[in-house]
């Protein structure tokens, strides 16, 4: 365990900048979000919800998988591969972090997507307990707890008094820690359960602490075929995709080439299971009605995915959607009613 007084953060991230890409919650005018590191940018670690999730960093919004150009009867192809230093998202909070496991089941599984591995294999995690977890947040609802380490975590931290604590807890965050050690002073973990026991209470006090996706105990086909209850949920939903672009965990995209005459390019995008010509095919849309996708994403969430994935649910309780919905309507709702009904 080793600490840094805080008022030594720009000295800590002007160092780890200088060997890896750095990035830090900042603040951007109207949001708060990860972006590259700058001297005397306004950073906001103390923010616990950046605007967009670091979902982007192993799984950007649009990314590139090759370039072509075409003439006659020439076509030519470039794979666009990942490049770079190795970088640092500085500031994870747990929840967030606890999403690269449910992305790992999906991206890393066979056969393996080269582009998210390589975005994983890159990156180092320094992960940020949560002193003031806000009155949105349902991490613990899926087993997560915001004063220890998460098992993501290359790096875990914590903030108490006038110090920042640091712990290692992976190679990676071994090598992190070294190339700053001469920024470090030695710490001890005893220093903070204080810390860690009134994060506790803090977060048995708020107001979604009981809230149990476990409680949910219908069989699969008995919930799929609730179509009263999938109608009352869904008839608000504009359709507008934004819970889906802001959540860690979803992870639906499209495949689209750019043809700018005699180039272009084959690129990927994030897409929205609740958008309507999502998983449109030759013979039409099997989703016809937000009846149908409202319910796929939830289903996704809290009955397909843990069925295939011993029990781990797709959700890490972080909050965003039930920020951003613009109609009310969220994963909260929706636990609450099937977990009652
Ligand atoms: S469903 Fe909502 S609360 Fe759950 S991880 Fe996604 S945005 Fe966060
Ligand atoms: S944010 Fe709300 S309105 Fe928009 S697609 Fe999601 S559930 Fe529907």
Redesign the pocket.
């Known amino acids: 365990m080793k600490r840094i007084l805080k008022s030594r953060l720009p000295e800590l991230w002007e160092a780890i900048n200088s060997n890896f890409d750095l990035f830090l919650p900042m603040d951007k005018g109207t949001l708060v979000n990860f972006g590259a590191y700058e001297a005397d940018k306004n950073i906001r670690l103390d923010v616990l919800k950046t605007n967009s999730s670091v979902k982007e960093f192993v799984f950007p919004q649009t990314e590139t998988y090759l370039k072509f150009k075409h003439s006659k009867k020439k076509l030519e192809l470039t794979p666009v591969a990942v490049e770079g230093r190795e970088y640092v998202v500085f500031g994870v909070r747990n929840c967030d972090a606890a999403s690269f496991k449910i992305m790992d089941n999906i991206f890393l599984r066979q056969p393996v997507d080269t582009y998210y591995k390589a975005h994983r294999d890159r990156g180092i995690i320094v992960t940020f307990a949560c002193n003031n977890p806000e009155e949105t947040c349902f991490c613990t609802a899926f087993g997560i707890d915001p004063s220890e380490a998460s098992p993501a975590s290359d790096v875990a931290t914590w903030e108490k008094g006038d110090y920042l604590y640091l712990e290692a807890k992976s190679e990676k965050g071994e090598r992190l820690l070294n190339s700053v050690a001469i920024l470090l002073e030695d710490g001890d973990i005893a220093e903070l359960e204080e810390l860690k026991n009134s994060i506790k209470a803090k977060v048995a006090n708020l107001p979604l602490k009981a809230l149990d996706p476990k409680k949910i105990t219908k069989a699969q086909q008995e919930i799929f075929d609730m179509e009263d209850f999938w109608g009352d949920i869904?008839k608000?939903?504009?359709?507008?995709?934004?819970?889906?672009f802001v959540c860690p965990t979803c992870h639906c995209y499209d495949v689209k080439d750019y043809d700018g005459g005699n180039s272009g390019e084959r690129y990927r995008c994030w897409d929205?299971c609740?958008?309507s010509d999502f998983t449109r095919m030759a013979h039409g849309n099997p989703r016809t009605s937000?009846l149908q996708r409202?319910r796929q994403?939830f289903m996704h969430k809290l009955v397909y995915y843990p069925k295939n994935h011993d029990g781990l649910y797709s959700c890490v309780g972080c909050g965003r959607?039930v920020e951003?919905?613009?109609?009310?309507?969220?994963i909260v709702r929706v636990i609450k009613r099937l977990g009652e009904e």
């Open positions: 869904s608000k939903c504009l359709a507008c995709g934004s819970c889906t929205s609740m958008i937000q409202v994403r959607c951003k919905c613009p109609v009310g309507l969220n």
